[in-house]
């Protein structure tokens, strides 16, 4: 599975963005979805997970409420809306699948065996 994330951009704090990530080579369905970011810095962290096709989402405590992970199996293509956006979510975007996470992994991201190339998200204030 080959992962193109896209959407990214520059915004002013409290403003909103959706991140599209496409997924290529074969069909995602089935597969477990996770949004990773990186601020500069920092450690690359779990914000927000699909799992599978059963409908549980998963998020970071830092983005619940404000983000939503969703996908569209029959595009191949997950997405993550987020809204009041802060400077504190500046970060490098990642989108991953894993076809074989469990349930107690979905956060992890070493449960993840494919990964985008990235999409930078910029939030001024």
């Known amino acids: 599975v080959q992962l193109q994330a896209s959407g990214g951009g520059l915004v002013q704090a409290g403003g909103s963005l959706r991140l599209s990530c496409a997924a290529s080579?074969?069909?995602?369905?089935?597969?477990?979805m996770g949004w990773f970011r990186q601020g500069p810095g920092k450690e690359r962290e779990f914000v927000a997970a699909f799992f599978r096709n059963y409908g549980n989402t998963y998020y970071s405590d830092s983005v619940k409420g404000r983000f939503t992970i969703s996908r569209d199996n029959a595009r191949n293509t997950v997405y993550l809306q987020m809204n009041s956006l802060t400077p504190e979510d500046t970060a490098v975007y990642y989108c991953?699948?894993?076809?074989?996470?469990?349930?107690?992994?979905?956060?992890?991201?070493?449960?993840?065996?494919?990964w985008g190339q990235g999409t930078q998200v910029t939030v001024s204030s």
């Open positions: 991953a699948a894993s076809s074989g996470a469990i349930l107690s992994s979905v956060t992890s991201r070493y449960a993840y065996d494919h």
């Open positions: 080579g074969r069909t995602f369905n089935g597969y477990t």
